[in-house]
């Protein structure tokens, strides 16, 4: 078993942001996959599937992005799962818009809710970085992080979550290197 968790905040008011764009990804993969219904559960909401042979947990937090690692570590405790079981979808500045990397462990480049998971449960766990670019200057990263995707965006951010939703089979076998090349060919086509 798995949990994916996906960052966001909770709220009609935050559903476009950047910021949010963990909670799209989730929401995308349970559409593409099928998932069973959303329920409240962990502080925040669930949905479970299987993709391939693996059986997914989804979980959106909705102790809004600064206390993410709250509700992800009561999930993991629960299923008394260890950190090798959790991956988790955020929102990247250093990566270029649209694009999607993933990597085990690392810093939390000042992003709160990798903050809050790794305070919770340590850095030893798998992201899946989407890409969301940087603005220029730092300054200006928390009205862009907190802003909405622009309307030129959506067609691109779209195919984005697509394509992860899609080649979420590879994340769900723990080859991470297939998943970021088949979501780029994807993207490239």
């Known amino acids: 078993m ?9 709220g009609a008011q935050y559903a476009m942001q950047r910021h949010n764009v963990g909670f799209m990804a989730v929401d995308a993969i349970a559409e593409v996959h099928g998932f069973g219904a959303v329920r409240k559960q962990f502080q925040g909401w669930t949905q479970e599937g299987r993709i ?4 997914i947990i989804l979980l959106k937090p909705a102790t809004f992005m600064n206390e993410s690692g709250r ?17 988790v979808f955020h929102d990247e500045l250093d990566i270029a818009p649209f694009r999607v990397k993933v990597k085990t462990g690392g810093g939390t480049a000042g992003h709160n809710g990798l903050r809050s998971t790794d305070a919770h449960l340590g850095p030893d766990f798998r992201r899946v970085r989407l890409g969301i670019g940087h603005p220029g ?15 030129a965006e959506i067609d691109p951010l779209s195919d984005m979550l697509g394509a ?10 723990g080859d991470d290197v297939r998943f970021m090349n088949d979501v780029a060919l994807r993207l490239a086509a």
């Open 71 to 87: 509700a992800i570590g009561e999930a993991l405790r629960f299923y008394k799962l260890g950190v090798e079981a959790l991956t």
């Open 52 to 55: 391939g042979s693996q059986k």
């Open 164 to 173: 992860v939703a899609a080649e979420a089979k590879w994340l769900a076998e």
């Open 137 to 151: 200057h730092k300054d200006r990263v928390t009205g862009y992080v907190l802003g909405n995707y622009a309307k």
């Open 2 to 10: 798995q949990i994916w968790a996906g960052l966001g905040n909770p």
